[in-house]
């Protein structure tokens, strides 16, 4: 029952070349940086990564983009990261774009095993009509285009069929753990964090707080136990703000 790793190292030591993941994290919040660092460490390369979006340059998946160790990638954001674009306009890396709230029932759906759902999001556009542009060519023209997608009408509405998704790894970063894979998410990390976590055959968590089983109320548990494999401590240091913006105080 007890799930806790003594380090990130051997946490993601089984990861392999070519394993899809699921990491959490929304902007920079709940990113879990720690094991990602790891994995850098650790050499995985071909990954195939599921993510809201890709950290930043440097930070977060970053760190994986500007190794190479990425080779496609979904995410519904991708706007904050110069090696990302670089990499995408230049045909060196897969990209699948997905409806913000799609990503995340699909994660979710994953999770709960169920394989498909419909959805309005995305009816009349390329997301259901296909002609996406998952890859591009080192001549800037398109080799690999997202494909159409099953579209049914349920009443007076058209709906698209999307996928769930299951991931071999998910990295996940909560605020509290306990021993037993217990956890729960502060604020905005909230966000994706716990559909990743369910999306994973093996899930892997980066925790602030340590506590033992017990601690952490039934009614405060945001994910349990049964959906995460192996806890590791890292503490709150090394939390990074996306951007910065405050006013100017009165009389200043």
Known sequence: MDRVVATCAQAVAEIPNGASLAVGGFGLNGIPHNLIQALLEQGATGLVTVSNNCGVDGWGLGVLLDHKR???TTGSYVG???EFERQY????LELELVPQGTLAERLRAGGCGIPAFYTPAGVGTLVAEGGLPWRY???GSVAVASPPKEVRRFGDRDYVLEYG????FALV????GDRYGNLVFSKATRNFNPLCAMAGRITIAEVEKLVEP???DPENVHLPGIFVQRVVHVGDAGKRIE????RTREGQ
């Open 70 to 72: 990425i080779a496609r």
């Open 173 to 176: 970063r909560a605020t509290v």
């Open 214 to 216: 017990g601690a952490i």
């Open 165 to 168: 998704i299951v991931c071999d």
């Open 80 to 82: 904050e990261n110069k």
């Open 137 to 139: 060519a080192s001549d």
């Open 243 to 246: 951007r910065i913006t405050t």
């Open 89 to 92: 306009l230049s045909g060196e």
